[in-house]
Nanobody, 126 residues
Framework: QAHLVESGGGLVQPGGSLRLSCAAS????????IGWFRQAPGKEREAVSC????????FYADSVQGRFTISRDNGRRTVYLQMNSLKPEDTAVYYC???????????????????WGQGTQVTVSS
């Protein structure tokens, strides 16, 4: 069974940076995408970035384009989300999952059929 574990969250001042990690294990498919999502209190879950593990292509929500970078370390089976120029509105619980919907469709499982990590809290505040 697939297992995803996020880490790297924390408290950072506006304008600062954090790097989140998503460690994957037990995958039955080497071709599932990895998506990063976030959910702030009282708001809907938002897909912020996606990595197509087949060809390495990357995708970003408009809200994070130019500030966030998704990457992977194949040897460690880990996907990273580098977050720069953080803003208070980036505050949320961040999750990784084996889906990219609705940011990118038809790359892998639908959101309700995907594996999800437990989340890591990111707080941007002075």
């Amino acid at each position: 069974q697939a297992h995803l574990v996020e880490s790297g969250g924390g408290l950072v001042q506006p304008g600062g940076s954090l790097r989140l990690s998503c460690a994957a294990s037990g995958f039955t498919s080497a071709h599932w995408p990895i998506g990063w999502f976030r959910q702030a209190p009282g708001k809907e879950r938002e897909a912020v970035s996606c990595l197509n593990t087949v060809d390495g292509s990357t995708f970003y929500a408009d809200s994070v384009q130019g500030r966030f970078t998704i990457s992977r370390d194949n040897g460690r089976r880990t996907v990273y989300l580098q977050m720069n120029s953080l803003k208070p509105e980036d505050t949320a619980v961040y999750y990784c999952a084996t889906t990219c919907e609705p940011l990118v469709w038809d790359l892998g499982p639908a959101a309700d059929g995907a594996y999800w990590g437990q989340g890591t809290q990111v707080t941007v505040s002075s």
